[in-house]
Protein backbone atom coordinates (compact mmCIF):
# COMPACT_ATOMS: atom_id res chain seq x y z
CA UNK A 1 0.00 0.00 0.00
CA UNK A 2 2.65 2.40 0.98
CA UNK A 3 4.28 2.30 -2.68
CA UNK A 4 1.11 2.35 -4.21
CA UNK A 5 0.53 5.84 -2.26
CA UNK A 6 4.13 7.21 -3.12
CA UNK A 7 3.17 6.70 -7.14
CA UNK A 8 -0.07 8.18 -6.64
CA UNK A 9 1.47 11.03 -5.07
CA UNK A 10 4.40 11.55 -7.56
CA UNK A 11 1.87 11.52 -10.36
CA UNK A 12 -1.06 13.75 -8.46
CA UNK A 13 0.80 15.40 -6.31
CA UNK A 14 -0.84 15.78 -2.53
CA UNK A 15 -4.10 14.74 -1.74
CA UNK A 16 -6.44 14.70 0.94
CA UNK A 17 -7.25 11.04 2.51
CA UNK A 18 -10.86 11.09 1.06
CA UNK A 19 -8.89 11.85 -2.20
CA UNK A 20 -6.61 8.67 -1.50
CA UNK A 21 -9.08 6.44 -0.28
CA UNK A 22 -11.20 6.84 -4.00
CA UNK A 23 -8.39 5.39 -5.61
CA UNK A 24 -6.25 3.09 -3.54
CA UNK A 25 -9.15 0.53 -1.81
CA UNK A 26 -8.24 -0.31 2.04
CA UNK A 27 -9.05 -0.42 5.25
CA UNK A 28 -9.18 2.75 6.40
CA UNK A 29 -7.28 2.06 9.40
CA UNK A 30 -4.43 0.82 7.50
CA UNK A 31 -4.45 3.38 4.92
CA UNK A 32 -4.10 6.16 8.14
CA UNK A 33 -1.20 3.75 9.10
CA UNK A 34 0.68 3.79 6.27
CA UNK A 35 0.41 7.03 5.87
CA UNK A 36 1.63 8.21 9.33
CA UNK A 37 4.24 5.86 9.33
CA UNK A 38 6.00 6.30 6.08
CA UNK A 39 9.36 7.71 6.21
CA UNK A 40 8.40 8.97 2.45
CA UNK A 41 5.15 10.68 3.26
CA UNK A 42 4.13 13.64 5.03
CA UNK A 43 0.42 14.07 6.88
CA UNK A 44 -0.05 17.54 7.47
CA UNK A 45 -3.55 18.39 8.89
CA UNK A 46 -5.37 21.92 8.93
CA UNK A 47 -7.46 23.76 11.10
CA UNK A 48 -8.46 23.04 14.50
CA UNK A 49 -9.29 20.15 17.12
CA UNK A 50 -11.89 21.00 20.04
CA UNK A 51 -13.89 19.01 22.76
CA UNK A 52 -16.50 16.64 22.07
CA UNK A 53 -18.73 14.22 24.47
CA UNK A 54 -18.66 10.88 23.68
CA UNK A 55 -20.49 8.18 25.87
CA UNK A 56 -17.86 5.28 25.07
CA UNK A 57 -15.40 7.29 26.07
CA UNK A 58 -14.57 7.03 30.12
CA UNK A 59 -14.65 11.07 31.10
CA UNK A 60 -16.82 11.51 28.11
CA UNK A 61 -14.12 13.68 26.48
CA UNK A 62 -12.48 13.13 23.35
CA UNK A 63 -11.17 15.47 20.19
CA UNK A 64 -13.71 16.58 17.39
CA UNK A 65 -12.35 16.04 14.34
CA UNK A 66 -12.00 12.51 14.88
CA UNK A 67 -8.63 10.81 13.83
CA UNK A 68 -10.74 8.91 10.93
CA UNK A 69 -12.73 12.75 9.61
CA UNK A 70 -9.70 14.25 10.40
CA UNK A 71 -7.50 12.06 7.95
CA UNK A 72 -10.10 12.13 5.20
CA UNK A 73 -11.38 15.39 5.07
CA UNK A 74 -8.72 18.24 7.31
CA UNK A 75 -5.49 16.25 6.46
CA UNK A 76 -3.11 16.23 3.30
CA UNK A 77 -0.67 13.63 2.33
CA UNK A 78 2.16 14.07 0.10
CA UNK A 79 5.72 13.23 -0.36
CA UNK A 80 8.04 14.62 2.13
CA UNK A 81 10.83 15.51 -0.62
CA UNK A 82 8.39 18.21 -1.82
CA UNK A 83 7.04 19.97 1.34
CA UNK A 84 6.47 23.22 -0.73
CA UNK A 85 3.50 21.30 -2.24
CA UNK A 86 1.80 19.77 1.06
CA UNK A 87 1.65 23.33 2.47
CA UNK A 88 0.14 25.00 -0.62
CA UNK A 89 -2.27 22.64 -0.88
CA UNK A 90 -3.01 22.54 2.92
CA UNK A 91 -3.79 26.53 2.62
CA UNK A 92 -5.68 25.71 -0.26
CA UNK A 93 -8.01 22.68 1.55
CA UNK A 94 -8.15 25.27 4.74
CA UNK A 95 -9.48 27.92 2.77
CA UNK A 96 -12.01 26.38 1.41
CA UNK A 97 -13.22 25.04 4.62
CA UNK A 98 -13.44 28.32 6.03
CA UNK A 99 -15.42 29.26 2.92
CA UNK A 100 -17.75 26.41 4.15
CA UNK A 101 -18.26 27.59 7.67
CA UNK A 102 -18.92 30.77 6.47
CA UNK A 103 -21.91 30.07 4.14
CA UNK A 104 -23.50 27.94 6.70
CA UNK A 105 -23.09 30.60 9.20
CA UNK A 106 -25.08 32.81 6.39
CA UNK A 107 -27.38 30.23 6.30
CA UNK A 108 -28.46 30.04 9.33
CA UNK A 109 -28.74 34.18 9.93
CA UNK A 110 -30.90 33.95 6.73
CA UNK A 111 -32.72 31.31 8.30
CA UNK A 112 -33.83 33.79 11.20
CA UNK A 113 -34.81 36.35 9.67
CA UNK A 114 -37.01 34.32 7.69
CA UNK A 115 -38.59 32.92 10.95
CA UNK A 116 -38.83 36.99 12.35
CA UNK A 117 -40.62 38.10 9.21
CA UNK A 118 -43.31 35.61 10.32
CA UNK A 119 -44.02 36.63 13.78
CA UNK A 120 -43.83 40.08 12.07
CA UNK A 121 -44.75 42.82 15.24
CA UNK A 122 -44.93 40.21 18.04
CA UNK A 123 -41.38 39.13 17.79
CA UNK A 124 -39.65 39.84 21.21
CA UNK A 125 -37.15 41.11 20.05
CA UNK A 126 -34.83 41.46 23.35
CA UNK A 127 -36.51 37.82 24.86
CA UNK A 128 -35.06 36.11 22.78
CA UNK A 129 -31.60 34.68 21.01
CA UNK A 130 -30.23 32.53 18.53
CA UNK A 131 -26.66 31.19 19.15
CA UNK A 132 -24.89 28.80 16.54
CA UNK A 133 -22.88 26.06 17.68
CA UNK A 134 -21.10 22.86 16.49
CA UNK A 135 -18.30 22.66 13.97
CA UNK A 136 -19.27 25.99 11.94
CA UNK A 137 -18.06 28.70 14.92
CA UNK A 138 -14.70 26.91 15.03
CA UNK A 139 -14.31 27.29 11.00
CA UNK A 140 -14.49 23.36 10.80
CA UNK A 141 -17.46 22.59 8.78
CA UNK A 142 -17.07 20.90 5.76
CA UNK A 143 -18.74 19.56 2.81
CA UNK A 144 -18.63 15.80 2.06
CA UNK A 145 -22.14 14.18 1.50
CA UNK A 146 -23.42 12.37 4.54
CA UNK A 147 -26.78 10.79 5.79
CA UNK A 148 -29.34 13.34 7.39
CA UNK A 149 -30.26 10.99 10.64
CA UNK A 150 -34.12 11.18 10.25
CA UNK A 151 -34.29 10.34 6.60
CA UNK A 152 -31.07 8.96 5.41
CA UNK A 153 -30.96 11.31 2.57
CA UNK A 154 -27.54 12.82 1.64
CA UNK A 155 -26.85 16.56 2.64
CA UNK A 156 -24.13 18.86 2.43
CA UNK A 157 -21.76 18.17 5.29
CA UNK A 158 -21.82 19.43 8.89
CA UNK A 159 -24.91 20.24 9.69
CA UNK A 160 -26.22 23.56 10.89
CA UNK A 161 -26.53 23.44 15.15
CA UNK A 162 -28.93 26.71 16.47
CA UNK A 163 -29.52 27.06 20.16
CA UNK A 164 -32.63 29.14 21.04
CA UNK A 165 -33.16 30.95 24.20
CA UNK A 166 -35.77 32.37 25.73
CA UNK A 167 -36.54 34.83 28.82
CA UNK A 168 -39.06 32.46 30.89
CA UNK A 169 -41.55 35.34 31.31
CA UNK A 170 -42.49 34.53 26.81
CA UNK A 171 -45.65 33.04 26.93
CA UNK A 172 -45.59 28.89 26.16
CA UNK A 173 -47.89 29.05 23.06
CA UNK A 174 -45.53 31.60 21.41
CA UNK A 175 -42.18 28.79 21.99
CA UNK A 176 -44.89 26.63 20.55
CA UNK A 177 -45.58 28.62 17.27
CA UNK A 178 -41.45 29.36 16.91
CA UNK A 179 -40.97 25.58 17.40
CA UNK A 180 -43.11 24.93 14.72
CA UNK A 181 -41.91 27.65 12.32
CA UNK A 182 -38.95 26.89 12.42
CA UNK A 183 -39.16 23.12 11.94
CA UNK A 184 -41.34 23.90 8.59
CA UNK A 185 -38.09 25.89 7.63
CA UNK A 186 -35.92 23.05 8.81
CA UNK A 187 -37.92 20.71 6.65
CA UNK A 188 -37.71 23.17 3.71
CA UNK A 189 -33.99 23.62 3.50
CA UNK A 190 -33.56 20.04 3.91
CA UNK A 191 -35.87 19.22 0.78
CA UNK A 192 -34.53 22.49 -1.28
CA UNK A 193 -32.22 21.15 -4.01
CA UNK A 194 -30.63 24.54 -3.84
CA UNK A 195 -29.88 24.35 -0.21
CA UNK A 196 -30.19 20.61 1.11
CA UNK A 197 -28.78 21.55 4.44
CA UNK A 198 -29.62 19.61 7.66
CA UNK A 199 -30.71 21.90 10.71
CA UNK A 200 -30.30 20.93 13.89
CA UNK A 201 -31.96 23.01 16.62
CA UNK A 202 -33.34 23.47 20.46
CA UNK A 203 -35.92 25.81 21.61
CA UNK A 204 -35.53 26.25 25.49
CA UNK A 205 -36.56 29.17 28.74
CA UNK A 206 -33.52 30.37 30.63
CA UNK A 207 -34.89 27.88 33.30
CA UNK A 208 -34.06 24.96 31.57
CA UNK A 209 -29.97 26.90 30.61
CA UNK A 210 -29.71 27.03 34.84
CA UNK A 211 -30.59 23.62 35.07
CA UNK A 212 -28.14 22.35 33.00
CA UNK A 213 -25.46 24.75 34.40
CA UNK A 214 -25.26 21.61 37.25
CA UNK A 215 -23.30 19.81 34.67
CA UNK A 216 -24.49 16.71 36.47
CA UNK A 217 -26.08 14.66 33.69
CA UNK A 218 -24.40 13.64 30.25
CA UNK A 219 -27.06 15.58 28.65
CA UNK A 220 -26.33 18.30 31.00
CA UNK A 221 -22.65 18.50 30.50
CA UNK A 222 -23.26 18.10 26.43
CA UNK A 223 -26.01 21.04 26.34
CA UNK A 224 -22.95 23.61 28.64
CA UNK A 225 -20.46 22.57 25.93
CA UNK A 226 -22.62 23.68 23.32
CA UNK A 227 -23.64 26.67 24.35
CA UNK A 228 -19.69 27.55 25.76
CA UNK A 229 -18.65 27.23 22.48
CA UNK A 230 -21.68 28.66 20.49
CA UNK A 231 -22.07 32.23 18.86
CA UNK A 232 -24.81 34.45 19.27
CA UNK A 233 -26.17 35.17 15.76
CA UNK A 234 -29.59 36.90 16.36
CA UNK A 235 -31.33 38.59 19.12
CA UNK A 236 -30.37 39.06 22.57
CA UNK A 237 -27.05 40.33 23.67
CA UNK A 238 -28.13 40.29 27.55
CA UNK A 239 -29.99 36.72 27.20
CA UNK A 240 -26.65 35.79 25.60
CA UNK A 241 -24.24 37.11 27.90
CA UNK A 242 -26.84 35.78 30.77
CA UNK A 243 -26.30 32.45 30.07
CA UNK A 244 -22.58 32.43 29.37
CA UNK A 245 -22.54 34.20 32.95
CA UNK A 246 -24.55 31.58 34.57
CA UNK A 247 -21.45 29.24 32.86
CA UNK A 248 -18.78 30.93 34.77
CA UNK A 249 -20.97 31.45 38.10
CA UNK A 250 -21.36 27.42 38.29
CA UNK A 251 -17.51 26.34 37.60
CA UNK A 252 -18.49 25.15 34.35
CA UNK A 253 -15.63 26.86 32.26
CA UNK A 254 -13.40 25.61 34.55
CA UNK A 255 -14.32 21.67 33.76
CA UNK A 256 -14.75 22.10 30.62
CA UNK A 257 -11.16 23.66 29.80
CA UNK A 258 -9.96 20.33 32.02
CA UNK A 259 -11.64 18.26 29.98
CA UNK A 260 -10.45 20.02 27.22
CA UNK A 261 -6.99 19.18 28.07
CA UNK A 262 -7.45 15.39 29.54
CA UNK A 263 -9.17 14.91 25.79
CA UNK A 264 -5.45 15.94 24.52
CA UNK A 265 -3.87 13.76 25.95
CA UNK A 266 -5.95 11.55 25.42
CA UNK A 267 -6.08 11.87 21.90
CA UNK A 268 -2.22 11.42 21.54
CA UNK A 269 -2.69 8.12 23.61
CA UNK A 270 -5.26 6.66 21.09
CA UNK A 271 -2.91 8.04 18.39
CA UNK A 272 0.08 6.27 19.86
CA UNK A 273 -1.93 3.01 20.43
CA UNK A 274 -3.18 2.92 16.85
CA UNK A 275 -0.29 3.54 15.61
CA UNK A 276 1.84 1.03 16.97
CA UNK A 277 -0.53 -1.66 16.89
CA UNK A 278 -0.95 -4.17 13.82
CA UNK A 279 -4.42 -3.63 11.73
CA UNK A 280 -5.48 -6.66 11.62
CA UNK A 281 -5.39 -7.63 14.87
CA UNK A 282 -7.02 -3.95 16.96
CA UNK A 283 -10.40 -4.99 18.20
CA UNK A 284 -13.40 -3.83 16.73
CA UNK A 285 -14.11 -1.67 20.28
CA UNK A 286 -10.85 -0.29 20.45
CA UNK A 287 -11.77 1.71 17.37
CA UNK A 288 -14.77 3.38 18.46
CA UNK A 289 -12.35 6.48 19.22
CA UNK A 290 -11.01 6.20 15.47
CA UNK A 291 -14.72 7.04 13.82
CA UNK A 292 -16.67 10.04 14.15
CA UNK A 293 -18.42 10.72 17.81
CA UNK A 294 -22.41 12.29 17.76
CA UNK A 295 -23.71 15.28 19.74
CA UNK A 296 -27.22 14.51 18.89
CA UNK A 297 -28.16 14.68 22.72
CA UNK A 298 -29.02 18.01 22.58
CA UNK A 299 -31.08 18.59 19.93
CA UNK A 300 -33.30 15.45 20.22
Known sequence: MEEEIINLLSIR??????????????????????????????VKSVGV???RFDR???????????????????????????????????EEIFSHIVQVSRSKMALARHLIEVVK?????????D???????????????????????????????????????LNDNVPDDFIGRLDR?????????????????EIDYVVKKMERVREQVCFDTFK???????????????????????????????????????LQEEAIVFRKQEEEFLIQSDANLIKREDLYFFYPAEESEEFE
Open 49 to 51: KYL
Open 127 to 165: QICFILAGDIVYEMAHDVPRPERSTGRLVRGSDIDLVII
Open 56 to 90: QVNGFARLSPSILREFLTYSVVGLVEKPLLIEERG
Open 181 to 197: TIYQEKYKFLKSPSINE
Open 13 to 42: GPLTGSEIRKIIRGDNLLLWQTCKTSSHLQ
Open 117 to 125: TQFGESWPH
Open 220 to 258: NMVACKILQEGKLIGGSDRLYHEGMKLLKDHGVLEKLNR
